[in-house]
């Protein structure tokens, strides 16, 4: 083996963990070799947030994570969000902060933060080797590296930062999970998360591109009660938008034992809803149902709602009698949907389950089976919600193994 196939560190995964833990452990002094099997770095951050990159949470905490939020709770305390802020206005990323706290880089495009983050990376003396796919790692004394391409490069420290096997398209792969297992890890079998969820009701479709806002609630399992209030979007097979993508990962938890049922909440901010629809026809008693609905709901879901509650079309809802009114607001408040599948992993934007944390150091990220190997980012069981989350896990994960491992 020459010196120029050995390093301080190997890191497998150019994306988000394996940017900012390269180029914080190059700016430590360590001579590392950043392995990527795409043509480019960073391909999932350039895809983010509709091309916009969320890069971060202004409200980031523990409780917006699920898998192991104790493992999150540990990175967020050496890379909070005003150290996240504070590190992208260092690398010269300006950003804006838009509703429920997310942030986005100013310029509105997600090459702002990849292009930041790879020239950062080349300036500290980051070696980055694309179209370089890692297919086999060992540990003797040392870690030693197989590429595809059959050149092999041995590490002092070896950290797994691949990503899930969400979105295949732009770099999702089971990779990951072999070379972890490999090391002696287990896994939380993955499923897809913040992912749309396929429904039994084929109605929906006359929903086809509604948007509304909605408190979702679950039932993944007996016992069980979820809800998430924010934006549903409809589709032609069922439900998408972050009020159903922060609750997909238990949903696909829960589907192997069944269908999953939920309901739709379209006025979370009135509790009688009863109530209010009494004083509304008390207003507009001579208008028909949807005279009535207008301004209320979009006309698609009134429709829908007409149809569904069988509501006399030409009847002025004065004349509706109290069943009709309860059974009108039961329907408004706990629309049923009873949900069959997940969408594909090609949809998927994240995963839940990976590499289990319990055989991980909460505070280092290093393998408690494997000493000198890291593992960060979407690889290990832990999913953030829908507004950053999992950008902010990821950068911090980066951070806090580079600050972890031992000085040169
Ligand atoms: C469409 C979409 C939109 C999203 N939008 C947002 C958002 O706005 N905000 C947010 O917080 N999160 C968002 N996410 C999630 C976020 O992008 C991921 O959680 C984050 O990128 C995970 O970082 P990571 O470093 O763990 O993995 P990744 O960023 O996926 O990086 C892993 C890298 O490893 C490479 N790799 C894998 N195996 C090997 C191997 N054997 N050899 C060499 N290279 C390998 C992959 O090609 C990849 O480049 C989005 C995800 C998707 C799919």
């Known amino acids: 083996m020459n010196d120029s196939s050995s390093y301080d560190v190997i890191i497998i995964g150019a994306g988000a963990s394996g940017l900012m833990c390269a180029l914080q ?13 795409e043509h480019q770095a960073g391909r999932k951050i350039l895809v983010s947030g ?13 409780s917006d994570y699920r898998g192991a939020p104790e493992l999150a709770e540990a990175v967020l305390k050496y890379f909070s969000f005003q150290n996240c802020l504070d590190f992208f206005h260092a690398l010269g990323v300006l950003t804006v902060q838009e509703g429920q706290g997310r ?35 060992e540990k003797k004394k040392l870690f030693r590296v197989k590429l595809q391409t059959g050149e092999t490069f041995v590490s002092k420290y070896l950290v797994l930062a691949c990503g899930s096997k969400a979105y295949p398209q732009v770099g999702g792969t089971e990779s990951g999970y072999r070379l972890a297992s490999a090391l002696g890890h287990h896994l939380v079998p993955p499923t897809p998360a913040l992912v ?11 929903l086809q591109g509604v948007r509304a806002q909605v408190r979702a609630t679950v039932w993944p399992g007996t016992h069980r009660v979820l809800q998430n209030e924010g934006e ?19 949903i696909g938890k829960a589907l192997p034992e069944g269908p999953v049922p939920l309901t739709l909440d379209f006025f979370p901010e009135i509790a009688n809803k009863e109530e209010f629809l009494k004083e509304r026809v008390a207003c507009f ?29 030409a009847l002025p809802v004065a004349a509706w009698t109290e069943n009709t009114r309860k059974t009108v607001s039961k329907t408004l408040g706990a629309w049923p949907f009873t949900v069959t599948a997940l969408r594909p992993w090609t949809e998927a934007m994240a995963a839940a389950g990976g590499v289990n944390c319990a055989e991980i150091n909460y505070n280092t990220l ?28 990821a950068w911090g994960c980066g951070y806090t193994a580079a600050r972890a491992m031992p000085e040169e």
Not at 232 to 250: C, D, E, I, Q, W
Not at 373 to 381: F, K, P, T
Request: charged share 25%; glycine share 8%; net charge positive.
């Open 25 to 37: 452990c190059a700016r430590r002094k360590k001579r590392v070799l950043l392995l990527e099997k």
């Open 232 to 250: 549903v979007l409809f589709t032609a097979y069922g439900l998408s938008g972050p009020a159903v993508l922060n609750l997909s990962g238990p």
């Open 103 to 137: 942030i986005f880089p100013r310029t509105g495009k997600s090459t702002a933060v990849a292009e930041a983050l790879r020239l950062a990376c080349a300036e500290a003396g980051v070696e980055l080797k694309t179209d370089s796919e890692a297919v086999k790692v």
């Open 50 to 62: 509709n091309g916009r990159c969320n890069l971060t949470n202004a409200y980031v905490s523990a």
């Open 196 to 206: 749309a969820l396929n429904v039994r009701e084929k109605a929906v479709a006359r």
């Open 366 to 393: 290093e393998s408690l089976r494997c000493p000198g190997l890291y593992i960060l980012g979407e690889l290990l069981n832990v999913d953030g919600r829908s507004g950053g989350f999992n950008l902010h896990f």
């Open 285 to 313: 008693p001579s208008r028909t149902a949807k005279e009535f609905f207008a301004g209320l709901l979009h006309e698609n879901i009134a429709n829908l709602l007409i149809d569904f509650t069988g509501l006399k079309k």
